[in-house]
């Protein structure tokens, strides 16, 4: 039985940054924008990958479902997530909808504001503009006092866990992917290894090694070593072994024609369809859930 549907969820380099000229607004997610927007980033470039598939083979159609946010935090990715799927299922059986996941920067947290709805701080930013004076001072004294490496890297992890086994526990098959880490040191273009390692800013590097692993182990009281293993095991069997950053750093030397404002080209998005496509689909079989 092949897939009837793919689930996409991230923030901007899963939703695109992509503004429609054309249209009276400045909000990347507005829903007049999607027709836009969508077609140019890699959920629908995979979409289209697998549908020549299907169509050679005579198999049907897929669907793409890609709900995710430009801006997102992983809270947003993991409670979209949950909803979604729990619909989707009701209108096609588990084995029949694949989901992949690409996680955004750690140090991005939701806040349910004032009762009508959740706001994202950006804390690695170091200066967010924020709804009224209280909450930039709220902002101020989360920065100083509550932002650091323990609190987002433990919580990363717990949530990859729980969206892995929530996923698991439906018959749902899923891959993971990093599409890159977020730093105040040097910007998002900066060497990993400059900003961890050489420069000892601390925090989660976009591209797992040993010395990521290092990194969480020599963190005081930052995870049991228990959950740390079973974190490797999910890492180990669902994770894409390159972040896209990384993946377009890879293949394209000329920064302005793999970014365009810290974001990946169109070109890139192609790119990294193809490079899914093979990674979680072609070679290990998963196109047909039989």
């Known amino acids: 039985m092949s ?14 940054d992509i503004l429609d ?4 607004t400045t909000y990347i997610n507005h829903p007049d924008n999607d027709a836009y927007r969508l077609p140019k980033v890699w959920p629908h470039k995979l979409g289209d990958e697998i549908r020549t598939l299907y169509n ?43 989901v992949i996941i690409g996680w955004s920067s750690p140090e991005r947290r939701d806040f349910y504001y004032n009762n009508r709805h959740w706001e994202t701080l950006y804390p690695a930013e170091l200066f967010q503009t924020q709804l009224n004076d209280e909450v930039q001072e709220f902002y101020k004294i989360y920065v100083k006092y509550f932002w650091n490496e323990e609190e987002y890297s ?22 993971f992917f990093n599409a890159f880490y977020e730093s105040s040191s040097g910007g998002n ?7 961890y390692y050489k420069e000892n800013v601390r925090g989660i590097p ?3 090694s040993e010395e990521y692993y290092d990194e969480l182990s020599n963190s ?34 000329t920064r302005h024609k793999r970014f365009d404002k810290n974001h990946p080209v169109e070109r890139m998005h192609t790119e990294w369809a193809k490079y899914l496509h093979k990674q979680i689909f072609s070679p290990k079989g998963y196109l047909y859930n039989d």
């Open 3 to 16: 897939y009837k549907i793919i689930y996409c969820d991230g923030d901007s380099w899963t939703a695109g």
């Open 21 to 24: 000229p054309l249209l009276d």
């Open 56 to 98: 050679f083979l005579g198999v049907g159609d897929i669907n793409i479902v890609n709900k995710s946010v430009a801006g997102s935090s992983n809270d947003g990715i993991v409670r979209r997530t949950i909803n979604n799927v729990l619909r989707l299922i009701k209108e096609v059986n588990p084995d029949e909808l694949y």
């Open 154 to 175: 433990n919580r990363y992890i717990e949530q990859v866990l729980l969206l892995h086994n929530f996923l698991k526990a439906l018959g749902i098959k899923h891959s």
């Open 189 to 195: 273009f900066k060497s990993l290894y400059d900003k």
């Open 206 to 208: 976009d591209q797992f």
């Open 220 to 253: 005081s009281g930052i995870i049991d070593d228990v959950i740390l293993d079973e974190y490797k095991k999910i890492y180990n069997d669902h994770y894409i072994k390159i972040s896209f950053k990384s993946f377009c750093d890879k293949i394209e030397s």
